[in-house]
Structure formats: C-alpha cells, structure tokens
C-alpha cells in the first residue's frame, strides 16, 4: 500500500508538473519584415463568403489585417460566393448576385452540400476524403498562414497578364525549387475588388455600401486546373503555359486581378500561388 | 410491401444467428450496431431554393460497437461509417473508418486504459469527455487513463491525451488528474454512521496547444482548476463546484485575456412523496477547448450543465436552452409531489404534480473601451458576480400533473409559460452586440399546453396519444400537433402524427409537418421505418445543441445488440 501511495504521489506531481502561461503584455507588436528579393511561399486564402452572412465581414477583416501585416503578395484573398443559398442567394435587399458555377462545385467538392459560413482553406492544405482538415476558421488563417509562410517553397511562379481586344491573356512560367516527384496542375483565374454592394453585418445590420474584396469572378482555366507539369521536376526545368478568356465588361479592369498558382493534383495542396495585375 | 417483409426477414435471421452472447477465447464478447439511413425528396415548400437538398438522394450512417472482456481484461473498439453523413450532423463526419479503440486492465491496485476512453471530474466543468450520438457529439480522449485508490477513502485518476475531432485528433493535448475523499467515512466515522455522507474533491486539467500568431502572444499551456463538496443526511443533498480557468484566448470569447470561473450548486429535499431540487449556476468565460480556435461543439473539454428542464415534447423540445459557455447565471427549481391514494385530490390511484421553474439571464459585463486595446485584449471585461445582466436568455415555467384514472387509462397534462431569445441562443448574437443594439433582439414567448394519453386497449395493446398547441406571434408562429401511436407487445409499433404551423407569418409557411413510422422489435432488434416531413429545429441533449435543417423523405433505422 506504502508503494501505491508513493507512485499515486509521483504520479500527481507529473500530471500536475505541465504550468500556466500567464501573459501580461499579450499584443505582439512590432512589425514583420516583407522586403526580400527572392520568392517565398505565398498563401491563397480561399474565404467561403456571403452577402448575407453576417459572420463574413469578419473573416474579410482577417484577410486584410493578414495583407497588412505580410504584404499583397505573400497573402492572397479569394472570396469565393457558393453556398448555402440563405447566405449567398439574391433578394431585394442583396440584389447582387456573386455566386459562380466554379464556386458551387469547389465547395461541394471539398465540404459537402451546405457549409457554415464564413469558413476557408490556406492552400488547400491537410485535404483527405475523410474529415474537415482542410477547412479552417478564420480564426486558425493567423496560425496557418504564419506557419504555410514559413515552410519549403517547391516551385517558384511568375506571371503577367493583359488585356487587349476584349480578351484577357495571361502567361505563366513555373521554376521547380526541388525535385517534384508528381505531376503539377495550374489554375488561372480573375478576381474583382471594390464592389460597393450591401452586406449583413456582424450586428444584424444592413451595410448598402460595402466595399467587397478578391470576389471570385471566372476561371481562364478548367475549374480543378490544367496540365502544367509531369513528374519528374528539378531544379532548373522551366515551366510555362498561356491562358485567356473573353473579358466580361462588368468587370472593372483597375479593380481586378489575375490570380495564378500550382498545385498538386494528388491532394490539392497548393505549392505556390501568385496575384499579378492586368495591364 | 412482400419484397420489403422478406428484406426486414433476412436481416433479422442475419442478426438472429449472431445475436446471443459469444464466449471467445474464455471471455465474453458484446456488441451493439446501429444503421440510418434517409432517402430525400425534394420539397419546396419547406425548402424553396433546395439549399439542404442533398445531391445524394440517400444518406446513411452507422457503427458498431465490440467490447471483448475476461476477468481483468477489456478491449474493445468502434466502426463508423458516414457514407455520408446526414442531413443536421455535423458534416466533418466524412468516411468511415475504426474511431474509438481500448485496452484496458485492473493490475496491483491500478486500473489502466490505453488507447481511447470516456470521463469526467466531478460535474464536468473542468472536465468531461463523453459521447452524444443523437448530436454527433463525440470528444473522446485517444491516450492514457489510470485510476487508483492509493489509501481507503481516496480515489485518483489522472488522464493524458488528444481529443477526437472527428476522423482526427484535436491540436491541443490535455494532461488532468482528479482526486475524491470521502471524508465522513475515514476522518469523522461518528458523522458515517449517523448518516452524514461528505465527501470533497479536486481537479486539474492542463491544456497545451502550440501557438504561432503573428499578432498575439497566446498561452500554449492553459490551466484550469476546481473544487468541489457533496453532503448529504437523510432526505437532504448538497452539491457545490467551483471551477477556475486561467487566461485562454479563444474565438468563443474574442481573443480576451481574461480569466473564467463557474460555480454550480445544487441543494435537494426528498420525503414523504414530497421532492425539492434547487439549483443556482454562474459562468463567465469558462469556454475550454482543446483547439482555442474551435467553434459549435467542437473539441470542448468541459461540460456546463443547463440550469433547465430538458423536454422530451416535440413543441417544447423546438425551443430548448443551450448552455452559453461565454457567461450566464441562472437558477432552477423543481417541486414534485405526490398525492396519496384514496385523499381528495389523489383519488383512488394517486396523482404526481411537478412544477418546474428555470430563468437563464447573461453576466453583468462592463466592457472596456476599444480604444485601450491592450487593457481590452487583457480583460475584455469586467462583471461583478453581484450585479444581475441584463439581458434576459431563457425561461421556461411549467406545470405537470400525471394522474392514473382507471386500470386501462393515465393521463400527463402540460402546461408551459416559455421566453427564448433567439438572437442568442439560435444566432449567436454576443452580449456586447446585443447591448448596443437591444431593439434588434429577436425574442419568442409563448404558451403551450400538452395533453398526453396512455389506454390499455387489451392485454399487449396500448394505445398513447399527444395534443399538444403552441400559442405565439413571434418566430414561426403557433403551432398544433396530434399524435397516435398504437403498440402490440412486443413486436409491433405505429405511429403517425402531424404538427401543423397554423400560425405562420408567412401564409406560404403555414405547412403540415406529417410523420408515419413503423417499428419491429425481434429480441434485441429494432427496425424502424418512417415518412415525412421535419421542420428546422434545434436538437439539444444537456444544453449542447445542433440546428437541424427541414427535410422529408424515407428513412430507416436498424438497431441491434448481441
């Protein structure tokens, strides 16, 4: 018995051994170096929105403080209007109708029929048939994003896009970083800010004039992308395509952007995104 | 109907070969499984734009269970399948795959589990880990777990490991122990054995999840605390738990610093037909998650009990309280009393009346201003646990008499006084928003009354119905429902009811929510067949709710056990 208290002892102490942190100065501050000549990898937040979600506007402020914080071209925005039609659908109060095809097959695809707004996915990491890993808060986009910023970038992208008789052309070129053992499939698509329509807000109010960002608007390419690479890659391949698409004169060339990345067609998972503007 | 009577034939023979106790090994082999399914029809009154429509026409879920057990030996381990997952579970249920898995062994005095298992301290409100099937509530610890009595009196256990999120794990991992002494028995023996029983306890639960926000310092170790004491002496109980939780930024509470506490009381009287329970709970910011980033009933380590009746009545059971883990105080209190046989109001069988009060309001919360972001990040907000809130959440009065009238008929008659805030406990709305804003409260009171019958139509036939009415002008309006279900012992079950929302303000609204379901029970089977229609709703089981879309279809279900 003398034995059994003695471990029940040691054993409480090592149970109770893990400490609180108490924190008292919790705002990091300071600021975060964004000047390098050389490519990082970047990160796509495809943000699962709607007008009439009321949650949304906070997971938007998200991505901007994250842009602020890292700089447009190392944190890419996508608002990507799908799904459930209470929250995207059109009425007299939301007349304007974002919700794309592309948009609606991408969730279906990777959530299921009627996904809780607003959430997201930072590169597309983490995807398996089973679970929800590859969805995310916009609560966990800090983390992942600090964390998808830091890690290995495999391939590099540059792109350039332009706008001339109402067709849209873009040209991409990829520089393998590391050995890439399976294929690469690429995806082109626009995106449009500054669109000043209404929005529910967090408080259950009705914004008329709400300024909407990265608003998924086509795809130059096929929804679930285009052949870019086989396996194998190396350092020192080159890698490249063309893509266009006839300009939709809705769209306000100022306000939109071309958004190019890579991906693996194995697990999605995105190897490097880029936002280059139109010309 | 021949082809579906040979179908339901075949799968009980099937069951009917396996379903007896399997001696293994020389131990003892246990097993449970369920399958559901729904076939969806498209319905457009209820759904107009065919938002919850599934593209899959049918869904289905099961598991099974298998608990393999010789003297101080167990295992045992769970299949689920979710191909896929149906309409108002949580959608992460994606696949199928072995879920829960155990070995556990009693050696020396310590009582070992590897692998994943269930508990809780005390009332839950540091910890608790546990299963609710009907929410797709799961939060099972996948690690170790030892319990011993190291000296008469005292009981430890200690846990370590991650949470079930699903088909993975939580990112936080959680290290507890939980310690109970029964202090009448072996320090006051004269109190024992005048039949006071105190016994008093204590938890602790850490939590560690690595953290790498490039705005905030997060506390990667969390820690959370408390005590507890149970007296009771005759026809008298008490039970009171306080818990503490130190800094834990989270999305449930805006990323605030500051500290959260609870406490739970619970005083109850029980004689001479006559029973009392009064209950008293206060929380603030006492949300804990293994993932601070976590939201809806993912990943939640503790449990807050409602401070509220849970009905079981369709009408009520669409206006249930759940628990607002941010901040709330509330009290309940509940009388029973039964009428003896053969006195005036008791008649010749007797007769039960329960009255049941619960109200559930928010915190006093002083907010600090914005402007100081660091002293707002840090304490967001300070509440004086004297001071009431001021936002009223829920109340619930209602009055039950259950009364046997003859040998052949009992009767329960209902009636309920009930406030719901649905800016609250259906959107979410936090404090803060709804005080800048109250006019934009949505709020729903109402009446209902509920008669419900039991007539013993002959030897093995039974016959139960339900009239039940909602009578309000807010939310979806008022409501009537009837229901029969006619039962022949043992096999047979018919039921069809039909809720009717008369009332809705939207004449397009004013729809019949029918339902029609057939079971079979065989020895431990049970197969169940319905049609209908189901109304949105919220589906609570202790004050932990899921919201569930409108559908109509077919559905199914098969249970078993062995």
Not at chain 1, 42 to 59: F, M, Q, S, Y
Not at chain 1, 185 to 207: A, C, F
Not at chain 1, 208 to 215: I, L
Not at chain 2, 519 to 529: A, E, M, P
Request: charged share 20%; aromatic share 12%.
């Amino acid at each position: 018995m003398r034995k059994l208290f003695a471990f029940s002892t040691l054993l409480s102490l090592l149970f109770l051994t893990p400490q609180c942190d108490v924190v008292n100065q919790p705002l990091k501050g300071g600021t975060i170096d964004t000047t390098s000549s050389e490519q990082r990898r970047n990160v796509l937040i495809e943000d699962w929105t709607g007008h009439r979600c009321k949650n949304c506007p906070k997971a938007s402020k998200v991505i901007e403080n994250l842009v602020d914080t890292y700089g447009s071209e190392r944190i890419i925005g996508l608002a990507v209007h799908g799904r459930p039609s209470s929250f995207t659908g059109v009425t007299t109060d939301y007349p304007t109708d974002f919700t794309t095809p592309e948009a609606k097959a991408l969730q279906n695809f990777f959530y299921g029929n009627s996904p809780p707004l607003p959430i997201g996915m930072l590169n597309r990491e983490n995807w398996s048939s089973t679970g929800n890993g590859h969805l995310s808060g916009r609560d966990d986009w800090p983390t992942l994003s600090a964390e998808a910023l830091d890690s290995t970038l495999r391939i590099a992208l540059e792109a350039s896009a332009s706008l001339s008789s109402g067709q849209l052309n873009v040209s991409a070129e990829g520089f393998p970083q590391t050995s890439l053992l399976h294929d690469l499939k690429i995806v082109v698509l626009v995106k449009e800010s500054n669109i000043v329509s209404p929005q529910l807000m967090g408080d259950d109010t009705r914004d008329p004039d709400y300024v909407h960002m990265n608003v998924l608007r086509d795809y130059l390419t096929d929804t679930w992308g285009t052949s870019f690479g086989t396996s194998p890659m190396v350092p020192g391949d080159t890698l490249s395509g063309s893509y266009s698409l006839a300009w939709n004169t809705d769209w306000v060339k100022a306000n939109s952007a071309v958004v190019v990345y890579v991906f693996n067609p194995e697990n999605y998972r995105i190897l490097q995104v880029v936002e280059t503007p139109i010309n | 109907m021949k082809r579906l009577l040979l179908f339901t034939w075949v799968i009980f023979s099937a069951i009917g070969s396996f379903a007896q106790e399997q001696n293994t090994f020389g131990g003892q082999l246990h097993g449970n499984f369920q399958l559901d399914g729904q076939l969806y029809l498209r319905d457009e009154s209820i759904d107009p734009t065919g938002e919850f429509y599934p593209d899959e026409r049918f869904l289905g879920q099961g598991y099974a269970n298998f608990v393999y057990s010789d003297g101080n030996f167990s295992s045992g381990l769970r299949y689920e399948n979710y191909q896929n997952v149906m309409l108002g579970f949580p959608e992460g249920y994606r696949g199928e795959g072995i879920t829960y898995r155990y070995l556990k062994f009693k050696q020396d005095g310590l009582d070992i589990t590897i692998g994943n298992f269930y508990e809780q301290f005390g009332t839950g409100m540091v910890f608790r880990s546990y299963e609710e099937r009907g929410l797709g509530y799961d939060n099972a610890m996948d690690g170790v777990r030892i319990k011993v009595n190291p000296v008469s009196g005292l009981s430890l256990k200690a846990v370590m490991g991650r949470q079930r999120f699903y088909f993975e794990k939580s990112p936080g991992l959680l290290r507890g122990i939980d310690a109970e002494y029964n202090l009448s028995k072996e320090l006051f023996p004269k109190l024992d054995s005048a039949g006071l029983r105190w016994t008093v306890g204590g938890s602790y639960m850490s939590k560690y999840q690595r953290a790498n926000d490039p705005f905030l310092v997060l506390p990667e170790n969390v820690a959370a605390g408390g005590v507890r004491t149970q007296v009771s002496k005759g026809p008298w109980a008490m039970q009171i738990e306080y818990a503490y939780k130190a800094n834990d930024p989270s999305a449930d509470n805006g990323y605030i610093y500051k500290d959260g506490n609870g406490i739970l009381t619970n005083v109850s009287y029980s004689k001479n037909g006559l029973g009392i329970i009064a209950g008293v709970k206060r929380i603030d910011n006492m949300s804990f998650r293994t993932d601070r980033n976590g939201s809806t009933i993912d990943m939640l380590v503790n449990y807050l009990s409602p401070t509220a009746q849970v009905h079981t009545y369709a009408l009520p059971a669409l206006y249930q309280y759940a628990t607002q883990i941010n901040g709330e105080e509330g009290i309940q209190l509940e009388a029973n009393y039964k009428f003896k046989r053969n006195t005036a109001l008791g008649g010749k069988y007797g007769m039960l009346l329960s009255i049941n009060y619960s109200v559930v309001q928010s915190i006093d919360k002083d907010y600090v201003d914005p402007a100081l972001d660091t002293l707002r990040t840090l304490q967001g907000y300070y509440s004086d646990p004297l001071i009431r809130g001021d936002i009223p959440y829920f109340h619930d009065f209602n009055i039950t008499l259950s009364k046997k009238i003859n040998t052949k008929l009992k009767l329960n008659a209902m009636y309920l006084n009930l406030f719901y805030n649905r800016s609250v406990l259906e959107d979410g709305l936090g404090d803060e928003s709804i005080l800048l804003n109250p006019d934009g409260q949505k709020l729903m009171s109402g009446d209902i009354f509920i008669v419900e019958s039991l007539y013993k139509v002959r030897r093995k036939h039974y016959l139960r119905t339900e009239f039940q009415h909602l009578s309000t002008r807010d939310d979806r309006g008022s409501m009537a429902m009837a229901l029969a279900e006619y039962s022949i012992a043992p096999h047979w079950f018919f039921s069809v009811q039909d809720i009717y929302n008369y009332g809705n303000p939207d004449e397009a609204q004013r729809l019949h929510y029918p339902l029609a379901s057939v079971v079979y029970t065989s020895g431990t089977s049970r197969f169940q067949l319905s049609y209908g229609r189901q109304q949105r709703g919220i589906f609570c089981v202790g004050g932990v709710c899921r919201v569930v879309p409108p559908s109509n279809g077919v559905s199914f279900s098969l249970t078993s056990s062995f």
